[in-house]
């Protein structure tokens, strides 16, 4: 369970990328259902200025002592250089070893991979500084493509706005999709983007500006249940169905078929944390049609079964009220990931 969570910064470290941490772990939302965190910001020394990157300074109130006992040790975007601070890469080394999650956001990787900790690792950081990692971290496997990599113990994210997308999968991974959910309103974001997403695409949007596919999107939101094909997705758009599928990858950045299952997935943990419905009822609704395609996506994406989700996540208790997941039911998910 990540109850301390600590993000290291060095100097010329990035202030957006810092602020997405902060904004996901650093506030109080416990008024919203969120679990608190106890919320550490660590220097190489306690009280020592660092510069941004953009100008300004800060000062960490914490040495890097404080990765000793944390459970998630996040490393923000900073300048990329040759060599880092020798004692940050042994302390970052250390606190994985003890157990530690350890997050990186955009070009943060390269202190990881700088620590060994991306060897034999798949791992992602900003597309345009995918070649550097590669000649400078030969045994990691970088994928440039996706938003953010989640290898268990270590999650990799792409650039600036891929970190919020990264720190939110985290909390849902651990603490299930209400309290995710209840982060991205007080962010003003959606919560809803997977990590297969693809970080850029290549191809300018067709230049025959047509109305954005959002009013379509939204429907097939509301329509999960229904039989959705590119075919019929195409012509409620009124475009063809090549130019339907150009349109849908460059608006979010997947295919219909991945976008619709990462939906009716989303859809189905909200429904096992807060229903008692049964599995065939909720495959059903969400538009998997019966439990076993369900509990194929479903541990695709997720990593256990429905019935184990349910069992850490339910918000609802066997006489029918509110409960939160113990640590072991949290426990028992995350070495049903690892199987």
Not at 29 to 41: L, N
Not at 91 to 97: G, P, Y
Not at 152 to 180: K, P, Q
Not at 281 to 304: D, K
């Amino acid at each position: 369970m990540l109850r301390t969570v600590c993000v290291v910064v060095i100097d010329d470290f990035a202030p957006f990328e810092f602020g997405v941490i902060c904004e996901v772990f650093g506030i109080d939302r416990t008024e919203d259902g969120v679990p608190p965190f106890e919320f550490r910001v660590c220097g190489e020394q306690a009280g020592r200025p660092l510069p941004m990157g953009v100008g300004g300074q800060l000062v960490p109130e914490y040495g890097l002592e404080a990765l000793r006992d944390a459970d998630l040790v996040a490393v923000t975007a900073a300048r990329i250089r040759q060599d880092y601070p020798a004692a940050v890469l042994r302390a970052l080394v250390d606190a994985h070893a003890r157990g530690a999650t350890m997050l990186s956001v955009c070009s943060g990787a390269f202190l990881l991979g700088a620590a060994g900790l991306l060897d034999g690792r798949r791992c992602t950081s900003h597309w345009r500084y995918a070649e550097q990692m590669a000649a400078r971290f030969p045994q990691a496997r970088i994928d440039p493509d996706v938003l953010f990599v989640d290898e268990g113990d270590i999650i990799t994210s792409a650039g600036t706005a891929a970190g919020i997308d990264t720190c939110l999968h985290l909390v849902r991974r651990e603490f299930g999709s209400a309290a995710a959910t209840a982060i991205a309103r007080r962010m003003v974001v959606a919560p809803q983007r997977e990590g297969g997403q693809r970080q850029f695409v290549a191809a300018p949007v067709p230049e025959q500006t047509a109305d954005s596919l959002q009013p379509l999107l939204t429907w097939m939101l509301a329509n999960l249940d229904a039989d959705h094909t590119v075919a019929s997705l195409a012509e409620r758009a009124r475009v063809s169905e090549r130019t339907f599928a150009r349109r849908f990858l460059a608006e979010t950045g997947t295919t219909p078929h991945r976008w619709l299952s990462a939906q009716r997935v989303l859809h189905a943990r909200t429904l096992l944390e807060q229903t008692d419905l049964g599995i065939e009822h909720i495959a059903r609704v969400c538009g998997f049609g019966a439990a076993a395609l369900l509990r194929h996506h479903f541990r695709q994406v997720v990593g256990v079964t429905p019935a184990d989700y349910r069992r850490a996540f339910s918000q609802r208790g066997p006489d029918g009220e509110a409960r939160q997941a113990t640590d072991a039911e949290v426990v028992a998910v995350a070495a049903g990931r690892e199987r």
